[in-house]
């Protein structure tokens, strides 16, 4: 059995929406209990029919009698008509109850409707989502838009802009060249303090990669100086390079004389 899902999937399924293969064992439970009703009991096609809708529609409660001449039912076909109901009665469920989303949500798609309004209270969840400034810039309308319509979540955008503050050092709400720079020589420190974990001190990789994801910037800059991947530079000395700048994740931190100059990794 789980070789026919596995085929199914990888021909067709995975291809297809839940709502249609949903309706599509719809279509294939029906044309089974017509087979049934035709073959076994040598009924008509309507009857056969009503039958595998009735069936499923009422759990055979107004299903054609399945009895034969002696008034008794046959094992075999007692045992089909109850596993037909059984796994029958939630798929007829199922598919409804889709057709009926569908058709209340098309029937609610189509009415006009006024724009939304923006109230105050709105206004304030991300006036001071990127910089604290009491004003909505685009950036933060859309958000507050995509919010409404419900396309994304609250935690969704928490999140997001918790991983904006890690590259926005300065806290500006916006990112600049430098900043981008210094964010990929941070992952590619990270990157290689977990091979090296992974590797020379026989951690698991995906320890490795849960530890070097917890040390902050400034663990990370001291035990890549250790490791001879950064170079220090005085950062007084007006000649060093234009995008090297203090390893913190945030301007007021305290951070050790070191600048993101990271040594070539050995071969």
């Given at each position: 059995?789980?070789?026919i ?48 809708v ?19 039912i ?24 889709i057709a ?34 009491n ?14 319509r ?77 490791l ?40």
């Open positions: 059995m789980d070789y899902f596995e085929l199914w999937h990888a021909a067709i399924g995975q291809y297809m929406s839940f709502e249609s293969k949903a309706m599509i064992m719809l279509v294939l439970w029906i044309l089974m209990g017509i087979i049934f009703g035709m073959a076994s009991q040598k009924w008509t096609f309507v009857r056969s029919l009503y039958f595998a009735a069936a499923m529609s009422t759990a055979g409660l107004q299903a054609v009698d399945v009895r034969g001449s002696d008034g008794n046959d094992d075999s076909v007692a045992w089909f008509v109850a596993i037909f109901c059984v796994v029958g009665v939630p798929i007829f469920g199922l598919a409804v109850g009926a989303n569908t058709f209340v949500s098309k029937l609610v798609q189509g009415r006009r409707q006024l724009p939304p309004d923006l109230s105050e209270e709105d206004f304030n969840e991300v006036a001071n989502l990127s910089v604290d400034d004003i909505v810039e685009f950036g933060e309308f859309f958000i507050l838009e995509m919010l409404r419900g396309t994304v979540k609250k935690a969704d955008i928490d999140a997001v802009k918790l991983a904006y503050d890690v590259i926005d050092v300065d806290n500006s709400g916006t990112l600049t060249p430098r900043e981008v720079r210094r964010f990929h020589k941070i992952c590619a420190l990270r990157r290689r303090y977990a091979a090296y974990l992974n590797l020379h001190e026989g951690m698991e990789h995906d320890n490795a990669v849960d530890w070097v994801t917890q040390m902050d910037t400034e663990a990370l800059a001291k035990k890549a100086l250790k001879g991947w950064l170079c220090k530079v005085d950062l007084d000395d007006p000649n060093r390079p234009s995008d090297s700048r203090p390893l913190t994740p945030h301007a007021n931190r305290a951070a050790p004389d070191v600048a993101i100059e990271v040594a070539p990794e050995e071969s």
